[in-house]
């Protein structure tokens, strides 16, 4: 085996690899961590803001439904690396101020915090276009059913809403979860250490560029080729019972 | 225009321009002459790598569109392969690959250096369209390749009963309806390469993006380039908008 390595001339790569300081495997885990931290935050974030945007799209008031379309139209417009830059800024500056008003010091917001807000705020305007779409899918009958047996809203969307109109959502938000953890490495032009920037500083120390950036491709590839079978599994569980309609009655 | 004249529409109309004209009159704009000639030069390499990334990268989307919807196994495999890499990493990874990979590995070898396009791979902008490129095709090759799917048999079987040489029936049927059914997708696509533009400001190429960035560093102000910016991208995302409604208007309706 190691004569194989050998052969290839794969043995320098993999002691730049390695996991204990001198190799930089180690910091290039740690940042991947911290993207899959702030991918797993965004995506949340995403779904929170996606489901309460999707309401007030379909229910909401005039006015509510025109914010949410100036929202998710100029979300959807604007460069993500722009939109990461204004809110980070703003975000930071609107933190301080308040502080700063209430008689507290200054706080430097945390790369996580921020990278978590601003990705979550981006990831909300799909999401509430994903959610909208799903929800328009359920069968108005069973929505009217359930009102008419008093059913309260809230309950509503928990047993009805929510669960019938998953299998019709998942396609769409396992895309932006793949999104998610790819936009992360935008955070590596504000300069918070998550995976793509750990790499580009091990690159520039070491001068192999090829070996880390390879390295680092094939963890982002490995994340998301097990996050297409993980949704592949949610997608399964979340079908069960429904009659097979692609099937053409096989 | 009936649909703007609501009254709450009118109340948030008159909003918005309130605060445009607040951002107008109490931010600072002073720099904004000075920079006004960088900024153009900006914009129209924004729209030029745009422009030149969708035009390459479709045409590299599709012989990977055909390569794996009816290719035989040893380039189907392949062209997958090339897909689920580029859509399964970072864009910002996929380019600094090749700007600083590439960028050390060619200097090595002395005939690179000496040829003549050693002028063109010391600069960045190579690289910046390379990359693009790629993912262009990466994304576009999928759709194609669902496009290229979606043709209905009959179309091609008559094509050949007709006794149509292969390559005519690829440009005279098969491809045009492919090309019609990805259009609706091809004008998000679009969009969504517009909003990568900007990533390549990270490797020293001056587009809008790098501009506004030099303007902050050099004024320390913060947020008017910003919001510029966000116009400016905006503005080039409506007009992409408005020209694929008019392009899809012209195609024919869909072949059933």
């Known amino acids: ?250 | 225009m009936k649909a703007y004249l609501v009254p709450h529409r009118v109340v948030m109309i008159a909003l918005a321009v309130g605060l445009v004209i607040w951002c107008a009159v109490s931010m600072r704009w002073d720099w904004l002459p000075q920079y006004a000639p960088l900024m153009l030069e900006g914009i129209w390499r924004t729209i030029w790598i745009l422009v030149v990334t969708v035009v390459l990268g479709m045409a590299l989307a599709i012989p990977l569109g055909l390569a794996q919807a009816v290719g035989p196994w040893y380039l189907a495999g392949p062209a997958r392969l090339f897909c689920t890499v580029i859509r399964g990493t970072p864009l910002l990874l996929q380019l600094w690959l090749l700007y600083y990979g590439l960028g050390s590995l060619f200097p090595q070898f002395p005939w690179i250096r000496q040829s003549e396009l050693w002028p063109y791979l010391r600069q960045a902008w190579p690289y910046a369209v390379l990359a693009l490129t790629l993912s262009f095709a990466g994304y576009e090759g999928e759709i194609m390749r669902g496009a290229f799917k979606g043709v209905p048999r009959g179309q091609l079987e008559a094509a050949k009963a007709m006794g149509m040489p292969r390559f005519t029936t690829l440009r005279r049927i098969w491809l045009p309806q492919a090309v019609q059914r990805a259009l609706p997708t091809l004008g998000g696509e679009t969009v969504l390469q517009l909003k990568a533009t900007p990533l390549v400001a990270t490797i020293t190429v001056m587009d809008i993006y790098a501009v506004s960035s030099r303007v902050r560093q050099d004024t320390f102000i913060i947020y008017e380039p910003l919001l510029l910016l966000a116009v400016v991208y905006m503005v080039i995302t409506g007009i992409i908008v408005l020209a694929f409604r008019q392009l899809e208007k012209r195609v024919p309706a869909q072949v059933v």
């Open chain 1, 1 to 250: 085996m190691e004569g194989l390595i050998a052969a290839l001339g794969a043995g320098p790569a993999l002691e730049l690899l390695a996991l204990s300081p001198p190799g930089w495997g180690g910091n290039l885990l740690r940042g991947l961590a911290n993207s899959i931290q702030i991918a797993l935050g965004a995506f949340g974030l995403g779904l929170l803001i996606g489901t309460l945007g999707a309401y007030g799209k379909l229910y909401g008031g005039p006015v509510t439904r025109d914010l949410l379309a100036v929202y998710t139209t100029v979300v959807r417009a604007v460069p993500e690396l722009i939109l990461i830059l204004i809110l980070y800024f703003a975000v930071t500056d609107a933190v301080n101020q308040t502080l700063v008003s209430f008689g507290y010091d200054r706080v430097q917001v945390s790369g996580i915090a921020a990278g978590i807000a601003v990705l979550g705020i981006v990831q909300g305007a799909y999401a509430t276009e994903v959610l909208r779409g799903a929800i328009l899918a359920v069968p108005a009958g069973q929505i009217e059913a359930a009102r008419a047996m008093g059913m309260p809203p809230v309950m509503l969307a928990r047993r009805i809403t929510l669960p019938a109109m998953l299998s019709f959502a998942i396609p769409g938000l396992a895309n932006l979860w793949l999104i998610a953890t790819k936009d992360t490495a935008l955070l590596a032009v504000v300069g918070f250490g998550e995976l793509t920037l750990e790499t580009k500083q091990a690159a520039g120390a070491t001068k192999a560029y090829f070996t880390f950036f390879m390295a680092a491709g094939i963890l982002y590839l490995a994340v998301s080729l097990v996050s297409g079978r993980i949704f592949g599994r949610i997608e399964a569980w979340a079908r069960r019972g429904e009659p097979n309609v692609g099937g053409g009655g096989r």
